[in-house]
């Protein structure tokens, strides 16, 4: 880790830090807001107290990433609403209960002299209920807070920009740097939150001027800071918005078409380490400009097709049915496949004398596969499995960026390669053939949406791409990020070198990413 | 100043009560005392004086106003409770608490600093070293003239007492039953405290009200209730202060022969 790569991180901060204020403290608030009114309402009518908190109680067994993800199709939206939702369901249980717990366990014999003295139920509550419940209540608060700021990372895979940037394209391309400096920045923002809340509870327990005067600063340099970083993004609505799956290929495309938008005069969002699916969904909703798929993906997992006909009959016919059925249009083909394949280690395909699929079908039973995500409930796999009648003793996901070490190490015999990976030749291994033809192939295509592609200074700044990378380039592209360890940024710049394209100055590169 | 017209409370639809047909008159000035075992329905006659418990049968008048028909919170704040356990809100400080009714009735902050000062000399506390303590950090005997000064705050003409001097050692106990009964006489307060220490009973009360199962047994002075009982509950019940005070009475004669 070097100085200047800790520099291109920090560079990054401001914008990743700003969004994820944002989102935690809109969140946050909002469930403040939510829970107290709630909370009161279930001491006073006590027939509400077992549904309310067992909905919030089923809301927290859900795991975070999950709950985010479920968000994008119930909200059919990606972004900042469909975290900022999941993370208010989020942030509800613990502020929910502890006020509930609080409030009913002030000591009945004080309500009762409550009463007695002639305080109105509201004059109780205010006077007498949530003063005693507070230490309580705000416990809740604090642990909400811990919370919502650990789980904002995870609203990375949804669209809405937070320090899980740092995390999630930190893991996929082995840059320990970033996945420490959006950890770091993580842990560090739910410390000051939480002990400004504590700061704020001891003001007002111990009647502390200095302490509620430091208390509020803090909490004011917060918000302060929260809306000047959110300012460059505020201004103006045109941005583009460019999408990326959640591997490197994906990561290295999207710097090199932003640097190309960028250069062209547009400005660039960024939207990385989306679902597939999620992303095409917000492609076709308008919610993202444009990104690269592959033309096999969108075959078998959007139009849901199972026959294959030849590469150039299945791109066109791709290409008809994205305008007829979205209005998406395929600005082009980027000149390389990046197909799925079955790769083994090359010692072990020697020794097995495995050529091609086919030699696997005997020695699978033996076998242990493993794959991203994806693989397995796509229909490849599916079409794959039939063609060849593959039954591996186990099949083991991973995340793509430790699929090939674990294929080097011997932790599983066959993985499902993606052709272009830098690591197949790095890590000596080799693709097996598919002379089945089980496998489509996967062309990658620049995909825009309605909307952009009626944006003509866009697809002039994009139509450069088509037919110039080929999969040599890509795949030398790929190796310096996940084998050389340079940032998807520079991996871009060096990209449109090696296609004769130019890339912005030095300064502006990587703003977004 | 109070009457009570065949109050009845009932908590399971007239299959039992927890106080059954009471009739009792409380007259200006005059400070009775509930007396009977826990369970008895003391503190629920107690507590529908001010509407805290509402009778299923019968009516209560303050002042001559049936109590159903006023407005329950107003009531409240123009009647002194002193709650048993005291039931000072811990979150507030001395002041904080004594204050509690003068500022519910909107009184000038000015207004209840001074009434606080005041109340606080009159149980016996300082102003300044107690004002501003949290209840926590009183004694027993302490809290329990804060509860009073609480209770007086708003300057009512009637008080509702729930044992009142329980939770006290014997010589606190004492003292402060006295001032009390000073200052009702001084205040001319008409107070209604309930308890169930027949000492403290025939020591404080200008009448004694005996209640057992819900049922009132009779009334009485305390001259009265301890010589001419009106029932044998009430004869029995005397008998405990009386052999005690007899034993005490024998010990201090011999004790004056031996010298």
Redesign the interface.
């Known amino acids: 880790m070097t100085e200047s790569a800790l520099a291109d991180q920090l560079r990054l901060l401001p914008d990743y830090l700003g969004h994820h204020l944002t989102l935690t403290l809109v969140a946050l608030s909002s469930g403040i807001a939510v829970c107290l009114p709630l909370a009161i309402l279930v001491t006073r009518v006590k027939s509400l107290q077992w549904p309310v908190l067992t909905v919030a109680s089923v809301a927290q067994t859900i795991p975070g990433l999950a709950l985010l993800a479920l968000m994008v199709p119930l909200l059919g939206r990606i972004g900042f609403l469909p975290a900022f939702i999941a993370l208010l369901l989020y942030s509800m249980l613990p502020i929910l209960r502890n006020t509930v717990t609080g409030i009913l366990g002030v000591a009945p014999d004080i309500l009762e002299a409550a009463e007695g003295l002639g305080m109105t139920s509201r004059q109780r509550l205010f006077r007498v209920e949530l003063p005693l419940a507070a230490p309580v209540i705000i416990a809740g608060i604090r642990t909400a807070t811990v919370w919502v700021v650990g789980s904002a990372t995870l609203s990375t895979p949804v669209g809405a920009t937070s320090l899980g940037n740092y995390i999630f394209s930190g893991l996929q391309t082995q840059n320990s740097t970033a996945v420490l400096v959006g950890c770091g920045a993580a842990a560090v923002l739910a410390i000051v939150l939480d002990q400004l809340i504590r700061l704020g509870e001891l003001a007002v327990a111990g009647r502390s001027r200095t302490k509620g005067w430091l208390a509020g600063a803090g909490l004011l340099v917060i918000l302060f800071s929260t809306l000047i970083l959110q300012i460059p993004t505020a201004k103006g609505s045109a941005a583009v918005v460019v999408g990326a799956k959640p591997f490197t290929e994906q990561y290295v495309l999207a710097e090199a078409i932003s640097q190309r938008l960028t250069q062209a005069g547009l400005r660039v969002e960024n939207r990385s380490s989306m679902g597939s699916m999620i992303l095409f969904d917000a492609l076709t909703a308008g919610h993202v400009d444009c990104y690269v798929d592959y033309s096999g993906t969108i075959w078998a997992n959007v139009m849901k097709r199972k026959d294959l006909p030849p590469r150039a009959d299945l791109l066109e016919q791709m290409k008809a049915w994205l305008q007829r059925e979205h209005q998406v249009r395929v600005l082009g083909t980027l000149g390389f496949e990046n197909n799925y394949g079955l790769a083994v280690p090359r010692r072990k395909a020697e020794a097995l004398k495995l050529a091609s699929i086919r030699d696997l079908t005997g020695h699978a039973p033996q076998m242990t596969i493993g794959a991203d995500f994806e693989f397995f409930v796509r229909p490849e796999w599916a079409a794959l499995r039939e063609a060849y009648r593959l039954d591996f003793r186990e099949r083991r996901t991973f995340d793509p960026s430790l699929m090939y070490a674990a294929a080097r190490e011997g932790v599983v015999d066959v993985i499902s390669a993606y052709t272009t990976d830098g690591r197949i030749i790095e890590y000596d291994l080799s693709v097996l053939a598919d002379p089945l033809q089980a496998l489509p192939p996967y062309d990658a295509v620049l995909v825009l949406s309605p909307a952009a592609a009626r944006r003509a200074e866009l697809v002039r700044a994009l139509e450069v791409f088509d037919g110039i990378i080929d999969d040599g380039t890509m795949r030398a592209a790929n190796k310096r990020v996940d084998v050389d360890g340079e940032s998807p940024a520079q991996s871009a710049r060096f990209l449109l070198k090696a296609v004769g394209l130019s890339s912005p100055p030095d300064a502006t590169e990587g703003a977004d990413s | 100043m109070i009457q009570i017209q065949q109050a009845s409370k009932t908590y399971d639809r007239g299959r039992s009560f927890a106080v059954q047909g009471v009739d009792l008159e409380v007259g200006a000035g005059e400070l009775l005392v509930l007396l009977g075992d826990s369970g008895c329905g003391k503190t629920t006659l107690l507590k529908m004086i ?1 509407r ?1 418990v509402e009778p299923s049968r019968g009516r209560i008048l303050v002042e001559d106003r049936d109590v159903s028909r006023v407005n329950p ?6 009647i002194g ?1 002193v ?3 005291v ?5 507030m400080t001395v002041a904080e608490n004594v204050a ?2 003068p500022r ?1 009735l909107n009184w000038e902050p000015a207004a209840c600093r001074d009434r606080v000062d005041e109340l606080l000399h009159l149980t016996g506390l300082s102003p300044r070293t107690h004002r501003d303590r949290k209840p926590d950090e009183l004694s027993g005997g302490q809290r329990q003239r804060v509860g009073l000064a ?1 209770a007086l705050a708003a300057r009512p003409r009637i008080m509702l007492m729930d044992e009142p001097f329980g939770a006290l050692d014997p010589i606190t106990r004492d003292g402060l039953q006295r001032e009390f009964k000073r200052l009702q006489q001084t205040l001319n307060l008409t107070v209604v405290m309930v308890t169930h220490d027949m000492t403290e009973a025939l020591l404080l009360a200008d009448r004694i009200a005996v209640m057992k199962q819900g049922v009132l047994m009779g009334t009485g002075t305390p001259r009265q209730i301890l010589r001419n009982p009106s029932h044998p509950y009430i004869a029995a019940l005397m008998e405990t202060p009386r052999r005690q005070a007899d034993q005490v009475e024998s010990m201090l004669r011999s004790g004056g022969e031996g010298q």
């Open positions: 001010n805290l919170v107003a009531l409240r704040r123009g409770y709650f048993q356990g039931g000072l809100f811990p979150h509690v009714v519910l609480r």
